[in-house]
């Protein structure tokens, strides 16, 4: 089977959230299929990496886009129907290399990585298609704007509501939509009843992350993740504010280790508190969750899943996450991880971690248990078959039906398109 592949952030190599699901959906599907991935890159690395993403799949078809002219085409997308977002993964070269593509190429499916590509399956209106929305964005954009003052509340409401407007039609005009989460499948069919959607779990790399030997430090405590994105901004500010000096209070040499890249000056000053630790990008995080008694996920905005929770699980780090934070995986709060909201409930989880080791190596255990039955990428791959064989077998009747290939797509695509 001949399948194209889009997504909106070049997926190699598969080091952040934005592209370890595609790339692990990429080189799943390229193990029986011919698969063509069609993505923007964004840097010189990225474009270096061409080829190394040409060994995961049968071909690669980029375009350039700096990042002036990605904001340029955000900021002009502010007073117009089409969400800004997608100003941003906008490309007028990208769109004719697909253009050319489909009027050459035949494929049996085709594979849209999030909303913001969904726009570039115009042309192949008679093939099957999937749109992994992965998380709704357009309702991370609406939670955005209950956490930020004015102008800013009024910028997130407006991305929102036009980005619901957007994903209720690619919906509709995509033969399955999925999610990574039954929560998030909750808010597609919110969104747009009258779709098809299914959902399949992020994975996580079981022999990368995996349980090390060595000793821990009770007294340290672990938080991972890009420290210029918002959520773990406000995560880690009021994480020290709040619920460290609690901890601290019990256990005066308590300390915290942010580990991400990029930290935002909000984090830099973090490092001025007494405990905290401030690391920037480091080379491999596995060090960090190994010495630690604990790894955090503490946010008060969490779409989806969290990487960062599921590999320190598979590395058999215990971990306390939010309650919000730990709905994005498939793992059961008090069995396979703790689950606490207010800063002395969280608190409270983290010393009984931190003073008890038999507690600890209990949900060590158990984290790592559930992340082989439930998160394992081979697992979350045969349910992706599944669904993309009940999508063929549903279109196979359809197919007939549909406008040529070249035509634009079903509905009202043309707002949406790329420019």
């Not at 700096?66 to 490309?91: N, R, V």
């Not at 996450?321 to 989880?349: F, I, K, N, Q, Y």
Request: hydrophobic letters at 45%; glycine letters at 6%; charged letters at 20%.
């Amino acid at each position: 089977m001949r399948i194209l592949f889009l997504c909106h952030r070049f997926p190699y190599p598969p080091n952040s959230g934005g592209n370890i699901r595609s790339f692990n959906m990429i080189r799943h599907l390229s193990e029986d299929h011919s698969v063509v991935v069609a993505s923007l890159t964004r840097s010189e690395a990225e474009r270096a990496a061409i080829t190394d993403l040409g060994q995961h799949c049968a071909a690669v078809v980029t375009a350039p886009i700096g990042p002036a002219s990605a904001w340029m085409k955000t900021i002009l997308a502010l007073p117009t129907p089409q969400p800004s977002s997608f100003g941003y993964f906008a490309s007028q070269a990208l769109a004719r290399q697909l253009r050319i593509l489909a009027a050459e190429q035949h494929f049996d499916l085709l594979i849209a990585h999030s909303s913001s590509v969904g726009p570039y399956a115009a042309p192949f209106a008679a093939v099957p298609k999937i749109i992994d929305f992965c998380d709704m964005d357009s309702q991370k954009w609406l939670v955005y704007r209950d956490h930020r003052s004015f102008p800013l509340s009024l910028g997130y409401g407006l991305e929102g509501n036009k980005l619901s407007r957007v994903e209720r039609r690619l919906a509709a005009d995509f033969d399955c939509a999925t999610c990574a989460t039954p929560a998030e499948l909750e808010s597609l069919q919110a969104i747009a009843p009258g779709a098809t959607g299914d959902w399949f779990p992020n994975g996580v790399d079981l022999a990368f992350f995996q349980p090390q030997n060595g000793d821990y430090d009770p007294d340290q405590l672990c938080f991972l993740g890009r420290m210029d994105y918002f959520p773990n901004v406000q995560a880690m500010t009021t994480f020290v504010r709040e619920v460290l000096p609690l901890v601290r209070a019990r256990r005066p040499n308590a300390r915290l280790v942010i580990v991400g890249s990029s930290p935002a000056p909000a984090v830099r000053a973090l490092a001025q508190v007494e405990g905290v630790t401030v690391t920037g990008r480091v080379p491999d995080v596995r060090s960090f969750l190994t010495a630690s008694a604990c790894s955090l996920a503490p946010l008060l905005i969490a779409r989806g899943t969290q990487n960062k929770i599921l590999e320190s699980l598979a590395m058999g780090v215990p971990v306390v996450a939010s309650t919000l934070a730990a709905r994005g995986l498939d793992a059961v709060p008090g069995e396979h991880l703790l689950a606490a909201e207010e800063p002395a409930a969280m608190a409270s989880a983290l010393l009984s971690v931190m003073t008890d080791p038999q507690e600890r190596r209990r949900l060590a255990l158990a984290g790592r248990a559930r992340m082989e039955s439930h998160h394992s990428w081979a697992g979350a791959m045969e349910k992706f078959d599944r669904i993309i064989d009940r999508t063929l077998a549903a279109s196979g009747e359809e197919s007939a039906a549909r406008v040529p290939a070249g035509a634009e797509a079903p509905g009202d695509q043309r707002s949406v398109a790329p420019s």
